[in-house]
């Protein structure tokens, strides 16, 4: 039933049970944690959308100098499309009920994920290096605060990812971690979609 | 294969085989409610506290050597932040959302009963390093507990060093909290309804409950976004926020942040947090209103819409908030234009609350007198409210006592007063008891007409001109020597409303033990939290098998029913009400009677 026509009911004048015998969901083929991460998937975007605005803001301000991004951001970027690709695969193999390759992409997807964090702290290093710190000027701090906070988000995955994977190399069976699975490729597929957005707006600016 | 709903497929619940794990690390919604109810009331004393130490200070400068100006901006700051976040929020959607959701819905407990433990764990971890700030060098933040920069970091500002950290530190842990707990109220109300309970069969409880819920879930990254820039403002000497600035005679490290930006995203923030903690008292007191009068309640669609409307608007007024800083005069009208559309729905949902009344069989049981309490000091707050929206009349107040008096009879004493109709009604049931009716008849009317005693000079006092903020007032010559009498006055009500709190914790108290036994449904309710089988409602709730809905949770005084209320649960063959073939919904019902 659409909102529009739920919020319309009068329920004061149907008595009895409505729809079919089952309980009452919003979205009864999805399961909650899917519902949860849909709604934690749009507070991330709120709070990415929050510090693209306060960048933006600041950026207007003079004693902004813009930040010369590294070339190796765009390596990392394909480190993270890898990984991103290997929780799909994984995800496709798991669907289609298979085993071959299960272990493969899934442990993939996360050494992937982790090589990209190890890169984006290689980045870090190389600016510090060329004494472009947290503090040396708000273009930069915006650089560090971005990349960090996106790294922590992917650390939050990383968990759930390690999980998953204890499990399933422990002898569990597939169908047991096919929801982690799911979870976690619509999770790194978002935060790829985070990334490539935060790229875009340091790049070019 | 298709996904099958939660509740058919009967969620497993975790059951606890220790004390520790039943009453401590408990994984159930309604001990997870209690604790997070008590702590939340545990640090809001706390805050009541601190409030009083500084109306002793207004009341009777220089009798007290205990309150010096530093403590006096640090029982502030704590005092608005306890308040606002760590008691209104906490106990309104981790006391009550926990609490009632489940039962209101028909589930057995939320989806996600771990993570909901570990949601009350990390508040208590939030609840904690707040309070370690009072123990650290330096002690609490005083900037105000709106956390202005660049003050919060300037040396004259008591606890910019470790409080500020502390206090940012803790937000941050209490939004992973609130985020913990919201995606699961939100998670609960949408996928764990029970048989027949669809969204427009819920009781205005778990609207006002959700709507505000999903407000905090998309208004709190503001308050997060913010404090994460200010930390390494503060830490890292960063220049997020801090502008170029001279902290007594030397040039900080700091080049030119904007401390407006920090405002506009507190505010962003601040704003929705108001209805975060107005939508579930709407809610609440909607339920308690409409069973104490015996009536279903008045315009029950609309009542909804509004809930979700304001919701909406919340989002877009937060600037009028930042009138006095400063603003695009095209900018002002926009936020005072939208401020002024916020009070349609609301002043809508203070109609029906008032048309549900009408021609009711009121049954003047406590509940009822906080609830309506509740309606006149809504209205007077939001009445102020309309003054202050508008640009012009907010310049000259905005720094007065009149914005005090605004905000703590809309935001303090409105939800406060709604807690406390919500607590006296539903004790009841979490408990089996009731409480003593009398003590709680005198804590309504102490609590009651001593706010109007400290609140209405207060609006008075701002017409005068008398500045809020300040520590003493001094000699100053457009504030007659008289206002000084009248904040007296103010700060003797203040501790007499005070003290008589004592009354409200010592009936609760004692009444675990020695109250009547309550019965299962003492008000007659029709919502499906008093069909429990057993009162209070055990781990699991529903017994054997989960409930099913068959109507709205406002079937009062239906004509040609047996009693006066028909709960949620009864099936629609029991219902000995007008003959199915003569039955009209246009029909007027004032009519079926004769």
């Not at chain 1, 960048?55 to 951001?73: A, G, H, K, N, S």
């Not at chain 1, 993939?108 to 600016?127: D, E, K, N, S, T």
């Amino acid at each position: 039933m659409s909102f529009i026509k739920q919020v319309t009911n009068k329920p004061w004048e149907r008595k009895g049970i409505i729809g079919p015998l089952r309980p009452e969901g919003a979205f009864p083929t999805v399961p909650p944690e899917k519902v949860a991460l849909g709604f934690f998937l749009m507070v991330v975007g709120v709070i990415f959308s929050l510090f693209t605005v306060s960048y933006f803001i600041r950026m207007e301000l003079p004693d902004w100098t813009p930040l010369l991004e590294p070339t190796q951001l765009w390596f990392n970027t394909g480190l993270l499309v890898i990984s991103s690709v290997m929780f799909q695969w994984c995800r496709n193999i798991l669907k289609r009920g298979e085993t071959r390759n299960l272990k493969t992409s899934l442990v993939g997807g996360g050494v992937f994920a982790m090589a990209f964090i190890a890169a984006q702290l290689i980045v870090w290093r190389g600016l510090q290096a060329r004494g472009i710190t947290v503090a040396s000027n708000p273009a930069d701090s915006f650089f560090y605060l971005l990349t960090g906070l996106h790294g922590v988000h992917m650390l939050g995955g990383l968990w759930v990812w390690s999980k998953a994977s204890i499990k399933l190399l422990s002898g569990a069976e597939p169908r047991d971690i096919k929801l982690s699975v799911e979870l976690c490729t619509i999770y790194w597929h978002a935060l790829l979609l985070v990334w490539l957005f935060i790229f875009g707006i340091l790049a070019n600016t | 294969m298709a996904y099958v709903p939660l509740a058919d497929q009967e969620q497993e619940l975790h059951h606890p085989h220790s004390w520790i794990t039943k009453y401590v690390f408990s994984q159930d919604h309604k001990i997870i409610a209690i604790q997070y109810g008590s702590t939340a009331i545990f640090v809001g004393v706390i805050a009541l506290v601190l409030s009083l130490l500084m109306r002793m200070q207004l009341g009777f400068p220089e009798t007290f050597t205990l309150i010096d100006p530093s403590a006096y901006y640090q029982s502030v700051t704590m005092h608005g932040m306890i308040m606002v976040v760590y008691l209104l929020t906490a106990l309104f959607l981790g006391g009550f959302g926990n609490y009632l959701i489940p039962l209101m819905c028909g589930a057995r407990d939320m989806v996600f009963p771990f993570l909901n433990m570990l949601s009350y764990w990390v508040y208590l971890l939030s609840v904690i390093i707040l309070l370690l700030s009072f123990f650290v060098p330096g002690g609490p933040t005083g900037a105000g507990w709106t956390l202005y920069p660049p003050q919060t970091s300037m040396a004259g500002t008591p606890g910019h060093d470790w409080g500020i950290v502390l206090m940012l530190l803790s937000l941050v842990v209490f939004i992973v909290a609130f985020t913990m707990g919201g995606l699961n109220y939100v998670t609960t109300v949408l996928q764990s309804r029970c048989r027949g309970l669809t969204m427009m069969r819920l009781p205005l409880t778990v609207w006002g409950i959700f709507v505000a819920t999903v407000l905090g879930l998309f208004a709190f990254p503001a308050l997060l976004v913010a404090g994460i820039m200010m930390t390494f403002d503060t830490l890292l000497g960063t220049s997020f926020f801090m502008p170029a600035v001279i902290e007594t005679g030397q040039p900080l490290d700091y080049s030119g942040g904007s401390p407006i930006l920090f405002q506009h995203l507190f505010w962003f923030f601040g704003h929705p947090e108001v209805y975060i903690v107005a939508l579930p008292a709407f809610g609440l007191v909607s339920d308690v209103i409409s069973t104490h009068a015996r009536k279903n309640i008045f315009g029950y669609r609309m009542m909804v819409w509004a809930i979700i409307a304001i919701g909406g608007l919340s989002f877009i007024v937060w600037a009028h908030h930042m009138y006095v800083s400063g603003m695009n005069p095209y900018f002002g009208f926009f936020f005072a234009t939208t401020t002024l559309i916020i009070a349609v729905p609301t002043a809508l949902k203070v109609y029906n609350w008032v048309l549900t009344l009408w021609e009711g069989d009121i049954r003047m049981n406590v509940p009822m007198f906080f609830a309506i309490g509740f309606i006149f000091t809504f209205i007077h707050g939001g009445l102020t409210g309309l003054f202050l929206g508008n640009v012009v009349i907010d310049l000259p107040l905005s720094d007065t006592y009149f914005v005090v008096a605004h905000f703590h009879m809309v935001m303090g004493v409105s939800p406060v007063l709604v807690l406390y109709a919500a607590i006296y009604h539903w004790y009841p049931k979490m408990t089996g008891r009731m409480y003593n009716e009398t003590m709680a008849k005198w804590h309504f009317w102490c609590t009651f007409l001593g706010t109007y005693a400290i609140y209405l000079p207060m609006h008075y006092l701002g017409f005068l001109g008398v500045p809020r903020r300040y520590y003493a007032l001094g000699s100053t010559d457009f504030i007659p020597a008289s206002a000084q009498d009248l904040n007296a006055s103010i700060t003797i009500a203040a501790l007499f409303v005070g003290a008589s709190q004592l009354l409200f914790f010592i009936n609760i108290i004692m009444s675990l033990k020695n109250g009547e036994k309550a019965g299962s449904n003492p008000w007659g309710s029709a919502s499906l939290e008093w069909q429990t089988p057993d009162t209070p409602p055990v781990h699991g709730n529903w017994g054997d098998k989960l409930p099913s809905v068959y109507r709205w949770a406002y079937d009062y005084s239906v004509p040609g029913a047996h009693e006066d209320f028909i709960p949620q649960n009864t099936p629609e063959e029991v219902e000995p009400t007008v003959d199915e073939q003569h039955f009209d919904p246009d029909h007027d019902e004032s009519k079926a009677d004769t």
